[in-house]
């Protein structure tokens, strides 16, 4: 069975002076220690461990349904005349860029299965942040640093990046807007009032 409950102690409030005198003593034992001086002694000059493995860039090839487009464009004669698709690629649309364009933009007229820088270089589909990077230098420069895109492996080891297409439709690349979730809820509390301030103080001189 549990033992008489002790009666609660109240301990006085310390006097605003000798929390004053506490805080000073406080500051100087910091000051002593050279804590004003930390930052500097983060900073060193000793160079990151370099990394090692190989970055291998994951294929789209495999991941594209309808690949190899000559399947279905093999004995087609190419038409370059803008209009709406209602046969087949229905689905797809082009908002990319403010020039005019059409699919042998980037698509290869002559060779179906591969796409062509602007200097007319044929890439593969697996090499599609070549033909991004044709006009989006900056971010071809970040992605191959590892800024910009997604890279997944480890520091001390092998690691596989995603190409543009992979986060980006390369014919309309720009993302949807997202509509905001609602901030998290705040956790409801009991108000505090005398008594129950009383009573915490009380609850923790007894313990």
């Known amino acids: 069975m549990p033992g008489p409950s002790r009666p609660a102690v109240l301990l006085p409030r310390p006097h605003p002076g000798v929390l004053a005198l506490a805080w000073l003593g406080a500051l100087a034992a910091l000051a002593s220690c050279g804590v004003g001086d ?3 002694k983060l900073h060193t000059t000793k160079p990151a461990p370099a990394t090692s493995g190989s970055i291998s860039i994951i294929a789209r090839q495999p991941m594209l349904p309808t690949f190899p487009c000559s399947r279905c464009h093999a004995g ?4 370059e005349q803008e209009r709406k ?3 087949f690629h229905t689905q797809k649309v082009l908002a990319h860029g403010t020039e ?3 699919c042998y933009r980037c698509h290869t007229k002559d060779n179906i299965d591969h796409l062509h820088l602007p200097d007319g270089k044929l890439v593969s589909f697996n090499e599609a942040y070549e ?3 044709g006009c989006h230098g900056d971010k071809l420069r970040d992605w191959k640093a590892g800024i910009h ?4 492996g480890f520091w001390s080891g092998d690691r596989e990046r995603r190409s543009c297409p992979a986060c980006h439709d390369p014919h309309a690349p720009k993302f949807p807007l997202m509509t905001p979730e609602h901030a998290p809820q705040q956790v409801r509390t009991a108000p505090r009032t005398a008594h129950n301030a009383n009573a915490s103080e009380e609850q923790h001189v007894e313990e």
Not at 76 to 79: G, I, L, Q, Y
């Open 100 to 102: 005019g364009g059409w």
């Open 85 to 87: 698709l209602t046969e």
């Open 149 to 152: 895109g997604l890279t997944t």
């Open 76 to 79: 087609r004669p190419p038409n």
């Open 131 to 133: 033909l991004c990077g």
């Open 38 to 40: 930390e930052p500097k």
